[in-house]
């Protein structure tokens, strides 16, 4: 997959992103709104190891979001397809946020989604995380409710 706004590339995560994706998913400040702490090395090399059998066109992988003529992995965009739903998730490097490079990489990824994914897209949301909620609505997602998971409470949110 790749695909090609002006303002992001999302593309499949490469062998060469393995420091940007390390950098990205060993912050604390990432990790501090999900349901995973921040990695160390040895679950980056499996981290790598599980993206590198990822199948082409498969709604259960993770993408990579970098800058039109600059490889580096600022982001990352995963999608996990259930019985019902097709959760969206994103996670952006802190020093790429506030750019509207996320809102950018939503957009075109979900333009991007036959009508019949757009129709279960999902997002699942700390609802102390304020940035992401902006994010969401203004990405064209609305709020359909709540839910707890692992003792937590989340905001569901699905494409409109």
């Given at each position: 997959?790749?695909?090609?706004?002006p303002r992001v590339?999302?593309?499949?995560?490469?062998?060469?992103?393995?420091?940007?994706?390390?950098?990205?998913?060993?912050?604390?400040?990432?990790?501090?709104?999900?349901?995973?702490?921040?990695?160390?090395?040895?679950?980056?090399?499996?981290?790598?190891?599980?993206?590198?059998?990822?199948?082409?066109?498969?709604?259960?992988?993770?993408?990579?979001?970098?800058?039109?003529?600059?490889?580096?992995?600022?982001?990352?965009?995963?999608?996990?397809?259930?019985?019902?739903?097709?959760?969206?998730?994103?996670?952006?490097?802190?020093?790429?946020?506030?750019?509207?490079?996320?809102?950018?990489?939503?957009?075109?990824?979900?333009?991007?989604?036959?009508?019949?994914?757009?129709?279960?897209?999902?997002?699942?949301?700390?609802?102390?995380?304020?940035?992401?909620?902006?994010?969401?609505?203004?990405?064209g997602f609305t709020?359909?409710?709540?839910?707890?998971?692992?003792?937590?409470?989340?905001?569901?949110?699905?494409?409109?």
């Open positions: 997959m790749h695909f090609q706004e590339v999302i593309r499949d995560i490469l062998p060469a992103d393995r420091m940007g994706y390390y950098e990205l998913y060993s912050n604390p400040e990432v990790a501090r709104y999900d349901d995973f702490a921040p990695i160390g090395l040895e679950e980056l090399d499996a981290d790598m190891l599980r993206i590198s059998h990822y199948e082409s066109g498969s709604l259960n992988r993770e993408y990579a979001v970098s800058l039109p003529g600059d490889d580096y992995l600022m982001g990352v965009l995963t999608v996990d397809r259930r019985r019902k739903y097709c959760y969206l998730g994103y996670h952006f490097n802190p020093r790429f946020h506030g750019r509207g490079y996320a809102l950018a990489a939503v957009r075109q990824f979900v333009s991007q989604q036959q009508a019949s994914v757009r129709a279960v897209l999902r997002l699942v949301i700390d609802p102390g995380n304020a940035a992401s909620i902006r994010l969401a609505e203004k990405a709020k359909v409710g709540s839910r707890l998971k692992k003792g937590k409470r989340e905001i569901v949110y699905a494409f409109k």
